[in-house]
């Protein structure tokens, strides 16, 4: 099973950079061709075979991301050189999303290749990360249209390209530091390779990985300068860490006990008015 997950890895980074690299000599409507053609095989395949499902996904969604990225970053720079700054926003977010999912799937594969899943592409999430996608884009548009004066600017387009970069850097650098310990889903059961990590980045946080995502989640609504979206996602965010920190520190005070608490005490989770799940030790 290892070396299945290790071969679905080796396909993702392979076929990403290869339609990277191919991309700039191909239009856009040879390439929907191409998808087209490779979805409906893939389907037929997937309902002839009980084996070898994964892999298919995983080269189809890899190539499709690997178009996506290289296409919108030909656009961002075409657009910028232009000074074009609304579609140089638009084709920049398309460039961090695709980048992201499928950073997502290729630091599983590194890092902790024994939890590796289709899951791990983040695509299907949850409906409220996807209501939060469409209402950000729809943000964009109906602004774009009516209040134009709100987009293009080029200095939160920078400030928010350097927020995402900078919370993929700190995510990346959680899994990294954790290894095997790192899970997208909250463990509710230990596992004989988990382990209590406080080392690193985890020495400064708690719960890097969240630090990092909500960082780069508000830096896209930065870089589509959407207003309304950054306020809505901050509260969101809140909201949403508020009770899931709560709920995986339940479970690695399980795990873990006095030392998890004691590391509690000393580090804070790094999430602004977020405290996680107060237990205090007799004495303490």
């Not at 939890?115 to 409906?127: N, P």
């Not at 463990?187 to 969240?210: A, F, M, Q």
């Not at 999430?271 to 996680?276: A, E, M, N, Q, V």
Request: glycine fraction near 6%.
């Amino acid at each position: 099973e290892l070396c299945q997950m290790i071969l679905e890895a080796i396909l993702a980074i392979f076929f990403f950079i290869s339609v990277n690299i191919i991309s700039p000599f191909l239009e856009w409507h040879i390439w929907c061709i191409f998808l087209t053609i490779f979805a409906v095989c893939s389907a037929i395949s997937m309902n002839l075979l009980e084996t070898g499902k994964d892999y298919i996904k995983v080269i189809f969604i890899s190539t499709s991301m690997g178009l996506v990225f290289s296409k919108s970053l030909s656009y961002t720079i075409s657009y910028y050189m232009s000074q074009d700054y609304i579609h140089t926003q638009f084709f920049l977010y398309v460039c961090i999303m695709s980048f992201f999912h499928y950073s997502e799937y290729v630091s599983v594969a590194v890092f902790n290749p024994n939890d590796l899943k289709m899951d791990a592409f983040m695509l299907t999430h949850s409906w409220e990360y996807g209501l939060a996608l469409c209402t950000s884009l729809a943000e964009m548009g109906v602004e774009s249209y009516f209040f134009p004066f709100l987009k293009g600017n080029i200095y939160f387009i920078s400030l928010g390209l350097l927020m995402t970069s900078s919370g993929e850097f700190i995510r990346k650098l959680a899994m990294y530091t954790a290894g095997v310990s790192f899970t997208h889903m909250v463990s509710t059961w230990k596992e004989d390779e988990h382990k209590l990590v406080t080392s690193g980045i985890y020495n400064w946080c708690r719960h890097p990985g969240y630090v990092g995502w909500t960082i780069w989640s508000i830096g896209t609504q930065v870089v589509l300068c959407n207003p309304f979206c950054f306020v809505a996602y901050i509260c969101a965010i809140k909201v949403f860490y508020q009770e899931r920190v709560k709920i995986e520190e339940f479970h690695l005070i399980r795990f873990f006990g006095k030392s998890y608490i004691e590391y509690q005490q000393r580090v804070p989770t790094g999430l602004p008015f977020i405290r996680g799940l107060v237990i205090k030790l007799p004495n303490s």
